[in-house]
């Protein structure tokens, strides 16, 4: 059988668009997707919190837990998108088809290391230090979230190839749905409606899996069903082909490890600040998630720069591809600034939002304030990361959230958080924010630094993209 990975020139298609109006073509679907998202997440904190601090605090635990599981895992996936973006870029359409069958091959190994993952119950809620109530129902959102990683996984394919070829609305639309879907049917599952078991916290995890499945039906009956992508589908059934799959290792495992690195930063967090009681884990539960709402704007205007850079290289525009990359810096800067303060300045209402409970209240107003002084610097990072992934560039970055994230922010906050008693400490959930605030803010310096550096290199001596 002749190899579809053979090395082919690229061809001179004309340069994309890389105007700010082609930018926030993209990026604002993108974002509207990913604010869904996190408005999923929002909702479950709001009423596991509604219900008591021992149900957020599960929440707080299993959703940790199952986050960094199943987003270390997808980001092995989301190597297609630097790869389908080049493809689209030299109008190489037929190959696209071919990819994406190779894809979905490597999300059936995913699938299988996911779910075993989160079924290890025990493990997660030994570093979670939990018990009782707490322990029960994060055993219940894990075993449910690990019914639903299938589902989640074939989604994440089909999302990476709808934004690599300008069609992230497909995304913003079924989010949109799902987002509109997650709180009756965490009202099913939590309150124990139509005679059902009510699981409190731990419903949250059932329902994940049905929102996982029920979006992986939809994308794939528009895949099947749209004329637009007949031109991208594959032409017959592929087997797994190891050359191509090595493409997709090559990029994915350190796309992966990078997103390994920056949640876990988070998520390993939330499961250590566990140890420190209800209060301390429910107060970094609410500032993670408005932290995270807010950060989807850089993270959308990231993944929407890697696909137009990847798309520019694909057309042999490396000048075009960097004219964007800075494009993107400043809207994001810019965007990200005007953020931090209003973050700031709206901290305590926004914290109102989650609980009533003083305590958790006044501890999350002062966590709040390091995600306010990080949150330029970690909108830089972003730009730069998605950036070099438009290059296909990973494995830099990736070692970088690995030194940075985990000996910095995770060494750090262990340090600051239990002990430090030489520094003053131990500071708890605050040495824990301290240390992962100046751990983003280093990413983001050295990222940026090393973005421009290829981008440049990219036009001194421009290497052709497969």
């Given at each position: 059988?002749?190899?579809?990975?053979?090395?082919?020139?690229?061809?001179?298609?004309?340069?994309?668009?890389?105007?700010?109006?082609?930018?926030?073509?993209?990026?604002?679907?993108?974002?509207?997707?990913?604010?869904?998202?996190?408005?999923?997440?929002?909702?479950?904190?709001?009423?596991?919190?509604?219900?008591?601090?021992?149900?957020?605090?599960?929440?707080?635990?299993?959703?940790?837990?199952?986050?960094?599981?199943?987003?270390?895992?997808?980001?092995?996936?989301?190597?297609?998108?630097?790869?389908?973006?080049?493809?689209?870029?030299?109008?190489?359409?037929?190959?696209?088809?071919?990819?994406?069958v190779q894809s979905f091959w490597?999300?059936?190994?995913?699938?299988?290391?996911?779910?075993?993952?989160?079924?290890?119950?025990?493990?997660?809620?030994?570093?979670?230090?939990?018990?009782?109530?707490?322990?029960?129902?994060?055993?219940?959102?894990?075993?449910?979230?690990?019914?639903?990683?299938?589902?989640?996984?074939?989604?994440?394919?089909?999302?990476?190839?709808?934004?690599?070829?300008?069609?992230?609305?497909?995304?913003?639309?079924?989010?949109?749905?799902?987002?509109?879907?997650?709180?009756?049917?965490?009202?099913v599952f939590m309150y124990g409606?139509?005679?059902?078991?009510?699981?409190g916290g731990g419903g949250c995890?059932?329902?994940?899996?049905?929102?996982?499945?029920?979006?992986?039906?939809?994308?794939?009956?528009?895949?099947?069903?749209?004329?637009?992508?007949?031109?991208?589908?594959?032409?017959?059934?592929?087997?797994?082909?190891?050359?191509?799959?090595?493409?997709?290792?090559?990029?994915?495992?350190?796309?992966?490890?990078?997103?390994?690195?920056?949640?876990?930063?988070?998520?390993?967090?939330?499961?250590?600040?566990?140890?420190?009681?209800?209060?301390?884990?429910?107060?970094?539960?609410?500032?993670?998630?408005?932290?995270?709402?807010?950060?989807?704007?850089?993270?959308?205007?990231?993944?929407?720069?890697?696909?137009?850079?990847?798309?520019?290289?694909?057309?042999?525009?490396?000048?075009?591809?960097?004219?964007?990359?800075?494009?993107?810096?400043?809207?994001?800067?810019?965007?990200?600034?005007?953020?931090?303060?209003?973050?700031?300045?709206?901290?305590?209402?926004?914290?109102?939002?989650?609980?009533?409970?003083?305590?958790?209240?006044?501890?999350?107003?002062?966590?709040?304030?390091?995600?306010?002084?990080?949150?330029?610097?970690?909108?830089?990072?972003?730009?730069?990361?998605?950036?070099?992934?438009?290059?296909?560039?990973?494995?830099?970055?990736?070692?970088?959230?690995?030194?940075?994230?985990?000996?910095?922010?995770?060494?750090?906050?262990?340090?600051?958080?239990?002990?430090?008693?030489?520094?003053?400490?131990?500071?708890?959930?605050?040495?824990?924010?301290?240390?992962?605030?100046?751990?983003?803010?280093?990413?983001?310096?050295?990222?940026?630094?090393?973005?421009?550096?290829?981008?440049?290199?990219?036009?001194?001596?421009?290497?052709?993209?497969?």
């Open positions: 059988m002749k190899s579809h990975t053979s090395s082919v020139e690229p061809i001179h298609a004309g340069p994309p668009d890389i105007s700010l109006r082609a930018l926030g073509r993209l990026a604002t679907p993108i974002f509207v997707a990913n604010l869904a998202v996190i408005g999923s997440a929002t909702i479950d904190t709001m009423m596991a919190g509604r219900l008591g601090s021992e149900h957020l605090a599960a929440v707080a635990v299993g959703n940790a837990s199952a986050v960094m599981i199943l987003l270390s895992l997808v980001g092995i996936l989301q190597g297609l998108s630097p790869i389908v973006g080049n493809l689209f870029g030299a109008r190489r359409y037929e190959r696209i088809g071919f990819e994406l490597l999300s059936i190994l995913v699938t299988i290391i996911g779910a075993g993952l989160m079924l290890w119950t025990d493990l997660w809620i030994s570093m979670g230090n939990v018990s009782g109530n707490v322990a029960e129902m994060t055993t219940v959102y894990l075993i449910g979230a690990a019914l639903g990683v299938g589902g989640a996984v074939g989604s994440r394919v089909f999302i990476a190839l709808n934004a690599a070829i300008n069609r992230p609305k497909v995304t913003m639309w079924v989010s949109l749905l799902m987002l509109a879907l997650k709180a009756p049917i965490n009202a409606l139509f005679g059902l078991p009510a699981l995890g059932i329902s994940l899996a049905f929102m996982g499945w029920i979006g992986f039906a939809i994308y794939f009956y528009i895949w099947k069903k749209d004329k637009i992508y007949d031109k991208f589908r594959p032409k017959r059934f592929y087997w797994p082909e190891w050359s191509s799959l090595k493409e997709h290792l090559h990029l994915g495992i350190p796309i992966g490890l990078s997103s390994f690195f920056e949640v876990s930063s988070f998520t390993l967090m939330a499961i250590f600040i566990a140890r420190l009681g209800t209060v301390s884990v429910a107060a970094h539960q609410i500032v993670a998630n408005i932290t995270a709402t807010f950060y989807m704007i850089p993270l959308s205007i990231g993944i929407a720069v890697s696909v137009m850079v990847s798309q520019c290289m694909g057309a042999n525009y490396p000048t075009h591809a960097q004219t964007i990359m800075y494009r993107a810096y400043k809207t994001a800067v810019l965007l990200a600034s005007a953020c931090a303060l209003l973050l700031f300045f709206s901290r305590q209402w926004l914290v109102s939002l989650y609980t009533a409970d003083e305590a958790v209240a006044s501890l999350a107003c002062t966590l709040l304030i390091f995600g306010v002084l990080y949150h330029v610097t970690d909108a830089a990072q972003s730009v730069a990361n998605f950036s070099m992934r438009g290059y296909r560039v990973t494995v830099l970055p990736m070692i970088i959230f690995g030194v940075l994230l985990w000996g910095v922010g995770l060494g750090g906050g262990l340090y600051f958080g239990f002990s430090g008693e030489a520094f003053g400490g131990p500071y708890g959930a605050i040495g824990f924010w301290g240390s992962t605030g100046s751990a983003l803010t280093l990413a983001g310096i050295i990222l940026t630094i090393m973005s421009v550096r290829i981008a440049n290199r990219r036009i001194a001596s421009p290497s052709p993209m497969r």
